[in-house]
């Protein structure tokens, strides 16, 4: 068991829905992804996505995918990545999953990645495009390093495909919630709550809904279906409306992590009521 | 196969059963386009054997796209590169130009028959864009163009002929503002819309079964050449040359040549201001393997798995990626691929329009330009075919430009 398997199971105990939210790693700079890390564990977060950024984000909508160049501007790469994680861990225990596209991981290299990424403190990864028919050798990379690969199934994900994947994900299912990219939207599909609902009667393990999530109402409602809610843009949202401009490129401005904090707070409260 | 010297290129000449040629290929892509590449793959091997379909594309291509294109033998330009027979395959005279429609026209009858109601497409050069929505408003469908911005600047006029035949351009601003983010927003909108839209993806690049179906649609060129050469000079060619970008032309050419080991193809890429600048875009010559736009293939990256721009005085050969079974020729050695810089690829554009008259595409202009490099090397009796991909009306401007600014100096 990692620490992703022991927080789902802590939870499940209580019924409760895990709060999961995601940050670009070096949006805009290391140290404020530290901050915003151990502030968000503070405010009651139980799994934190860490974007790993890449050139080409092609599952990203406009909010991710700024904040990805941004990081860039500050080279940011695996193993800028591996080394933050490795000293978060001197300080925290929250599971970690590493959110990145497959070209840096293979560049990387697979086994090394995998070995790497443990050794530093990374509980598990999402490859958006990286689907179970080509996952095959960095799923046994990962399994062998005790890190939950953890795979996405989507609206039309059709039953017996979706089975496959529930089986071959490791830690939880990542539930899309949209037929589309990441960001923030105000209104969700009507039918999600049923979607979600058949994909747990498909599979035992957790299931994590998340893209387009932003909104304490929308928290709340999706706790009542779902193990885990996650929320990406809205948070990098955040971020982004505190920046300082500068010459080399941009810094956290004054109030990032607290702002980021109060809203995760308000983000968890909403799970405990759904 | 016919003979047992071509087993080794089975591998090449099919993708497995996920789309992979050799290492090459696949799906790399997010779920939600995994059941659409699935639905298409399945309509695309319904058609391939349906005599409806192949009937209505052929008729089209004759009346509608002008095809067979003639292969013109370029005698004044054979003589000038020292007594060989060359041999142009004339691409340049389909309407709108270029190779492209032979792909839009099939790939618009699929997305008919799927009961898709809107077609997206991305472009660089503007040439598969006004294909796409030539195709589009041939077929009455909706038709939307993602360009990066840049190259909306770069080639205004055919972003005016997208407009003129009922199409919408988008210009991208994100990333590099060019064709490998248009490629990006069309991906994001096509996961976006799957239910009632197709994405035509214009060269043999992207997920399983593109790469595939973008050849067959446009291996007519090659199967084409490879009769009319037989028939004029009684025997294969020694030689097939064709540009390289995505690798679309160079693939319908290639292809029906696949299994005669005995021709010899070769593929020219861009190679900008020199494969040791920053400034090129030979992916083959110089990249490395890794994953863009859902398909594994070479690339040009960072080391960390970044892709980087690319670059080169034709737009169409703008792209850091490359169609994955030119990769897998690559590496099998069944072709082999080289880069012309922008410098050559000048010349061989003049080369052509002083020797014969016809002015090429500034892409094609590199498949001359090489011919033109390695001329003095030939023995004087070789026979060889270089695919014209398309006509330079696009780029008088940008050359005159550059003539212009050179005589100022």
Known sequence: MNRIDRMFSRLRKRGETALIPFITTGDPDVVTTEALVLEMERQGADLIELGLPFSDPLADGPTIQAASNRALLNEINAEVLFNMVSRLREKTDIPLVLMGYCNPLFQYGVEKFARDAAEAGIDGTIIPDLPIDEAGEWAKAARENNICNIFLVAPNTPDARMKKIAKASKGFIYYVSVTGITGARSDLPPELSEGLSHVRNLTSKPVAVGFGISEPGQVEMLSAVADGVIVGSAIVRIIEEHLIENENGYSAGPGTVSSVGEFVHGLKQATLKG | ?409
């Open chain 2, 1 to 409: 196969m016919k003979n047992n010297k071509n087993r080794g290129l089975k591998a090449g000449c099919q993708p497995d059963r996920k789309g992979h040629f050799g290492i090459f290929g696949g799906r790399y892509v997010p779920e939600t386009l995994m059941p659409v590449l699935a639905e298409l793959e399945e309509a695309y091997r319904q058609v391939r054997r349906d005599a409806d379909f192949k009937r209505e594309f052929a008729a089209i291509l004759k009346n509608y796209v002008g095809r067979p294109t003639p292969l013109y033998e370029a005698r004044r330009l054979g003589d000038a590169l020292g007594g060989i027979r060359v041999f142009l395959k004339r691409e340049d005279l389909t309407h709108t130009g270029a190779h492209k429609i032979n792909n839009t026209i099939g790939q618009i009858l699929l997305a008919k028959r799927m009961g898709k109601k809107r077609i997206i497409a991305e472009t660089g050069a503007g040439q598969h864009g006004v294909a796409t929505a030539t195709a589009a408003a041939l077929m009455g469908l909706k038709c939307e163009v993602y360009m990066g911005r840049k190259d909306t600047v770069r080639q205004a006029m055919n972003v005016f002929r997208m407009e003129l035949t009922g199409a919408t351009v988008i210009p991208v601003d994100s990333g590099t503002k060019t064709l490998k983010d248009a490629i990006n927003e069309a991906i994001r909108d096509w996961v976006s819309n799957v239910s009632d839209t197709h994405y035509i993806i214009g060269s043999v690049v992207g997920p399983h079964p593109y790469p595939a179906m973008v050849r067959d649609f446009q291996s007519v060129i090659g199967r084409e050449a490879r009769q009319q050469i037989k028939k004029v000079t009684g025997s294969l060619p020694d030689m097939v040359i064709a540009c390289v970008g995505g690798g679309s032309n160079a693939m319908g050419i290639f292809y029906p040549f696949a299994c005669d080991q005995e021709v010899r193809l070769i593929g020219v890429e861009a190679a900008g201001e020199g494969v040791d600048t920053e400034h090129h875009s030979a992916t083959l010559t110089v990249g490395s393997p890794g994953v863009l736009h859902g398909t594994m293939s070479y690339l040009l990256q960072d080391k960390w798995g970044q892709i980087k721009g690319a670059h080169s005085v034709a737009p169409g050969l703008d792209y850091p990626g490359v169609g994955p079974e030119h990769s897998a020729f690559r590496d099998s050695g069944r072709a082999q691929y080289v880069a012309v810089d922008d410098e050559e690829a000048l010349r061989g554009f003049r080369l052509l329009s002083e020797t014969e008259g016809i002015i090429p595409a500034l892409e094609s202009s590199h498949a001359i330009a090489y011919l033109k490099k390695i001329a003095p090397e030939l023995s004087g009796k070789e026979t060889v075919i270089v695919n014209l991909s398309g006509r330079g009306d696009k780029d008088v401007e940008t050359v005159a430009e550059i003539f212009r600014d050179r005589s100022a100096k």
